[in-house]
């Protein structure tokens, strides 16, 4: 299992299990965690599962690809760490990753 915290825009914290190959996003929805919209459903066409890595996770994390940049256009004040959960798999590596969630994602 691979553990990932959720921080809502008001610091409060929520840490949950996932199974490697799990979405970021899919974790949040099985666990209830508010904030991740996900209206397509993963399908990369919503930006509705928009999310900031925690500075310290970036680099593991890796940066989004061409299509998933254009979506993230689309989300509510996306930064230099912003990325669209549903496009983040988790594996070992991320164990114990950190996920600010945004204050809106409409
Ligand atoms: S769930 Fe729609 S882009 Fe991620």
Redesign the pocket.
């Known amino acids: 299992m691979v553990e990932v915290t959720f921080v809502t825009h008001k610091g409060e914290k929520r840490t949950v299990e996932g199974h490697e190959g799990d979405s970021v996003?899919q974790v949040a929805l099985n666990n209830g965690v508010a904030g991740i919209l996900?209206?397509?459903?993963?399908?990369?066409?919503?930006?509705?599962?928009h999310v900031h890595i925690a500075p310290e996770w970036i680099e593991k994390v890796g940066r989004p690809g061409v299509e998933e940049e254009t979506?993230l256009e689309m989300a509510v004040d996306p930064d230099e760490t912003s990325r669209?959960?549903?496009?983040i798999p988790l594996t070992g590596a991320l164990n114990g990753l950190v996920i600010n969630l945004p204050a809106s994602q409409l």
């Open positions: 996003m996900a209206d397509c459903g993963g399908a990369l066409s919503c930006a509705t599962c979506m669209l959960s549903c496009q």
